[in-house]
């Protein structure tokens, strides 16, 4: 079965420090790969993608990502945290010509001064 | 606003009741999409509609739950003989296609006492 996993549940980093969140998939075919940020009191929010070529994406807020195959991981990184980047961060695939989307279970990010 | 209006904010229902959930996507967005959000857990694909139709119903988890689209644009999620398992958040995304970045609402809260 198509799934995501995110092996973290709860990360605390402090501001300034750098991140990463990990993500793993188990597809048959590499899917389509994304990052989503969700806020309190916001709707989730795309990151980055990645659908195919150069491995290493960038995304908005500083984020970037890095796919690797051998690994089947897709990680969230940003080399300096901000406060305002605690939040929940879900990694989600996309099996190419479905429409459904398969989130991991999250990782709550919290930031400590 | 530009963004995916979802109403209402919160819905407390007692079980066996019928309830109704509205989601106004992205104007000029064809693309429509019920996720599902458990406690600790990421979003759950529901359905799927293209215009008016739905493209992907696979994820309704069973026959009490139905949605439309009448005129291609708000949609209503439908449930019937609420159950304390339906307790989640009911999300809305919307997207000018069918693949690539989705525009999530806030979210309607449902709490069956």
């Known amino acids: 079965a198509q799934s995501v996993t995110q092996p973290d549940i709860h990360i605390t980093v402090s501001e300034g420090a750098s991140l990463e969140l990990r993500c793993n998939y188990s597809?048959?075919?590499?899917?389509?790969l994304f990052w989503y940020v969700q806020s309190p009191g916001q709707g989730l929010q795309l990151l980055l993608k990645y659908f195919s070529g150069d491995t290493l994406v960038q995304g908005i807020k500083g984020f970037e990502a890095e796919f690797k195959r051998s690994q089947s991981s897709f990680n969230l990184r940003k080399p300096s945290v901000h406060w305002s980047d605690a939040a929940e961060y879900f990694c989600a695939a996309q099996r190419a010509g479905s429409y459904q989307l398969t989130f991991g279970k999250g990782t709550k990010l919290s930031v400590i001064p | 606003g530009a963004g995916v209006s979802q109403t209402p904010s919160n819905k407390v229902t007692e079980k066996g009741k019928y309830v109704e959930l509205r989601c106004d996507p992205i104007?000029?967005?064809?693309?429509l999409y019920w996720y599902r959000q458990s406690l600790g857990q990421g979003p759950e694909f529901l359905i799927y509609f293209q215009g008016t139709g739905a493209a992907d119903d696979s994820g309704l988890p069973n026959d009490r739950f139905f949605a439309v689209r009448p005129e291609g644009s708000v949609s209503t999620l439908k449930i019937q003989r609420t159950e304390r398992g339906d307790s989640a958040v009911y999300l809305c995304?919307?997207?000018?296609?069918?693949?690539?970045?989705?525009?999530f609402g806030e979210g309607s809260r449902l709490t069956v006492l």
């Open positions: 104007s000029g967005h064809t693309a």
């Open positions: 995304a919307s997207s000018p296609q069918g693949t690539g970045e989705l525009f």
């Open positions: 597809y048959g075919a590499t899917p389509y």
